[in-house]
């Protein structure tokens, strides 16, 4: 008692302020529950393992930690199941889990000695006790962040249902017998709630569902909402509202007046549809879902290092599945795992390493890698006799919430509980280590995915121009019409035509999909392709020039994003729901580029009145679109050009949002836009000429993003942006990249379900040690047939040449 009256100074009472990590060990994975419990320091309120508070009492001085453990409790095995309340698992008042119960022990220990005091104890110091307290009663850190998984976003009141106009057009909306008015569907009917017009919804990915006409409503006219007939019920707000203009579901809670207004009585109608979250679910349960996580085969569990999985946190399926590939490459194995200790890692971390990227990568690499959290859990069943609690065959994974907190700390999106694109958080991720290994770029392990494109632009006066730049992916569109069983696809859609004249739906099993070779969605990266707009500094005009592309070099790992999301007309995304054929091995030792080739001629050098900062002009085809909806033409043009043109959709949803402006009336400037100076500022900062930065930021409304993207590869900009290219190529890194032979071995596959990269599932299937392996969150086993064919994602690893 007196060692640790000696050492009140090294304690705190936290304040409500401060963070509390009481959960999980702030370098491992350790919690209460591991072997050797959890210390909390009472100084600085951080957790750490058995194996790490050693290292933390080294580091800071601190010497008193109040430890926490945890062990399984004796529970009989014929206790009564609580009745839930909640429709929800794992939450107060939801489904009982069959949770395992724990008994916890509380000591203060007393570093370097180890020297151990009970809790609670009224010998202990007042300050101790409270200390103790408030750090059991407040809400651990971890916590804060953990949200129940798989539930929707709330719906939000819209202001186009507060605002509604409704027509005086004497419509009356019948209780039964709903058809659409321009075809004879009699399903995923959509009212429109200023016209009364009944009309069908979207067409989904697989052809079923809708015509699309409900929205092409919308774009015709600009009646903004529709509520699905079907879901309306005596309880409105279960009713599905849709705003086209937000695209999204909301809530209208007028939505008893306006439905009055067309003669509906919803007191009296009954619910004979889904609603579109509920539609969502059901097509995840398809055969993609089945396929990619080979349910309904026996899988064989896989156990120790490299085999352990990660728990979903609510959504973070993107997450994982991308993080199970990256630390199955040697770059970052060796950069974070072999080459880097735990201690090594926390010895080097600021004083709170939770936030700190580089100690957290160690973490999970270390969480990942090591196999010391890859075992089979226990039964929760074995409720009577705990010490010989029989292995089942799983694991429990460990939760990657540090490393989450820290990664998406500086980005809007993944830093919520939303479902995202594992492409952009790859590319986000990529980002985020090449900036923490900025200092030290001998040591960046996301230089081992890093490779310089270049594109060729042959102009019709015979001289080129050359740009570069660097990527992390391939991004590779599908060329539909290679695919090699057209005749089997010519006799599907013929009988699938005929079965939709009878109303006969086609099962899953009959579909025939495209399928499409890897090596032609290559090809078509390489082909020549059409510029249209091309501005010649020779030919001083706009012209169609011809562009081909190739790699300056071969990466460690190449990354193959196949283009699956697309747009249709209407601006409807659509996923493709497309088979590639992908061999085990791959060669694009042709798809090298081979640079200025002798008798070549560059194209000048643009001229003074050349580089003069272009004034960005209305696009007239979006402008004409938006008059046709009955928008003023005026408004149009500034909406247009407030969007760089970027298209309807964004121009109409820029209208909406100005039409109050005090100088929505005021003529266009003639002069030249001006450009705020920050802007231009942070491109400098990026390495690139100030009056390049102007002229980009010009041609591009301001955005820095689409400037930077403009400077790179300028041939991408809409035909108003008066595109010039010069004859010397993009000033890109000089530091060398990694290059080799073009001969890759496919060593991991990232797929997703789903009908949109902001839903569905991720799942990883990776080649290790010679056999392909599935890690489905936390489930880890031998993939007995991986989904070589429905990857979003493809990972190649360069052979040795």
């Not at 890859?374 to 006799?385: L, R």
């Not at 995304?573 to 091995?585: A, F």
């Not at 407030?642 to 309807?648: E, K, L, Q, R």
Request: some cysteine; hydrophobic content about 35%.
């Amino acid at each position: 008692m007196e060692l640790l009256r000696a050492n009140l100074s090294r304690v705190r009472i936290p304040e409500p302020t401060n963070r509390i990590y009481k959960h999980e060990c702030c370098i491992s994975f350790d919690t209460p529950k591991s072997e050797g419990g959890l210390y909390i320091d009472m100084n600085t309120f951080l957790a750490f393992g058995k194996d790490c508070v050693g290292w933390n009492f080294e580091k800071t001085g601190n010497p008193v930690y109040l430890h926490i453990r945890q062990t399984r409790k004796l529970v009989c095995e014929d206790r009564p199941l609580k009745k839930p309340t909640l429709l929800a698992i794992g939450v107060d008042g939801g489904f009982d889990n069959n949770e395992t119960e724990y008994e916890e022990t509380k000591n203060i220990v007393i570093l370097p000695d180890y020297v151990t005091l009970p809790f609670p104890s009224v010998e202990l110091p007042e300050k101790v006790r409270l200390a103790v307290d408030a750090i059991l009663m407040a809400e651990g850190a971890e916590r804060k962040e953990q949200v129940a998984s798989w539930t929707a976003d709330k719906k939000h009141i819209s202001e186009y249902t507060l605002n509604l106009q409704q027509l005086d057009n004497g419509v009356i909306i019948p209780p039964f017998g709903w058809k659409c008015a321009k075809c004879d569907k009699t399903e995923n009917l959509w009212l429109n709630l200023t016209d009364g017009m009944i009309l069908c919804g979207r067409r989904n990915w697989d052809g079923s569902g809708g015509n699309n006409h409900a929205i092409e409503h919308f774009k015709e006219t600009g009646y903004p909402v529709a509520v699905k007939l079907g879901t309306i019920t005596a309880d409105l707000d279960a009713a599905d509202v849709f705003s086209y203009p937000e695209d999204e579901s909301v809530l209208d809670p007028l939505l008893a007046q306006h439905l009055a207004y067309f003669g509906i009585d919803f007191s009296s109608l009954q619910k004979t549809e889904m609603t579109t979250a509920e539609r969502e679910l059901d097509q995840n349960t398809n055969f993609d879902w089945n396929r990619i996580q080979e349910s309904g085969q026996d899988m064989e569990p896989l156990f120790g290092s490299g085999y352990t999985g990660l728990v979903n946190l609510g959504n973070s399926c993107y997450l994982a599945a991308t993080m199970q590939v990256v630390f199955s490459t040697r770059s970052f194995c060796s950069r974070y795992y072999m080459t880097q200790s735990l201690k090594k890692a926390f010895e080097a971390a600021p004083a709170d390493p939770t936030v700190d990227l580089n100690t957290q990568l160690a973490k999970l690499a270390h969480g990942l890698l090591s196999g010391k959290y890859s075992v089979p859990a226990p039964e929760k069943e074995d409720t009577t006799n705990v010490a010989n609690a029989t292995p089942i065959a799983k694991q429990e994974g460990i939760p990657p919430r540090m490393f989450k907190g820290v990664i998406a700390a500086s980005h809007p999106e993944f830093s919520t509980m939303r479902q995202q694109d594992a492409l952009e958080f790859f590319l986000h991720f990529i980002d985020q280590v090449e900036r923490v290994s900025a200092s030290k770029p001998e040591f960046d392990p996301s230089r081992s995915f890093k490779f310089g494109i270049e594109e060729r632009l042959l102009c019709p006066s015979g001289k080129v121009a050359y740009n570069r730049r660097h990527d992390y992916i391939l991004s590779l569109s599908i060329p539909l019409h290679l695919a090699i069983n057209k005749d089997e696809l010519e006799a599907f859609n013929k009988s699938k035509a005929e079965r939709d004249t009878q109303g006969k739906e086609v099962s899953t099993d009959e579909i025939v999909r495209p399928r499409v070779r890897l090596v032609d969605c290559l090809r078509s990266f390489v082909a020549e392709e059409e510029v249209h707009d091309f501005y010649s500094n020779e030919l001083k005009a706009k012209v169609t020039a011809t562009k081909t592309a190739g790699l300056i070099s071969f990466p460690d790992y190449l990354v193959l994003h196949m283009r699956k999301f697309v747009m249709e007309a209407g601006w409807v995304p659509k996923k493709l729901d497309v088979y590639i054929d992908v061999p085990d091995t791959i060669d694009i030792s042709d798809m090298r580029s081979k640079g200025i080739q002798p008798g070549e001629e560059l194209l000048p050098e643009p001229a003074a009145e050349d580089m003069a900062e272009p004034k960005l002009v209305a696009d007239d085809d979006i402008v004409s679109q938006l008059v046709s909806m009955g928008f003023n033409n005026l408004h149009c043009e500034k909406a247009a050009i407030n969007t760089s043109n970027a298209g309807v959709e964004e121009a109409m949803n820029w209208l909406l949002s100005h039409m109050d402006d005090a100088d929505i009336d005021a003529p266009i400037s003639q002069e030249a836009q001006s450009v705020d100076q920050s802007k231009v500022d942070t491109l400098v900062s990026f390495g690139f000429q100030e009056d390049v930065a102007r002229k980009a930021l010009k041609a591009s409304g301001g955005d820095i993003e689409k400037a930077t993207d403009w400077i790179f590869n300028p041939t991408n900009v809409s035909s108003s942006s008066n595109m010039d290219v010069s004859s010397s190529s993009t000033s890109i890194a000089d530091s060398p990249l990694p290059d080799g032979g073009g001969v890759y071995r496919l060593m991991g596959i990232v797929s997703h379900i789903g009908t949109s990269t902001q839903c569905g599932h991720y799942v990883a299937h990776i080649n290790k040690d010679g056999r392909w392996v599935i890690f489905n969150d936390e489930k880890v086993g031998v993939s007995k047939n991986p989904p070589k064919d429905m990857g979003y994602l493809y990972v190649f690893e360069r052979l040795n040449s």
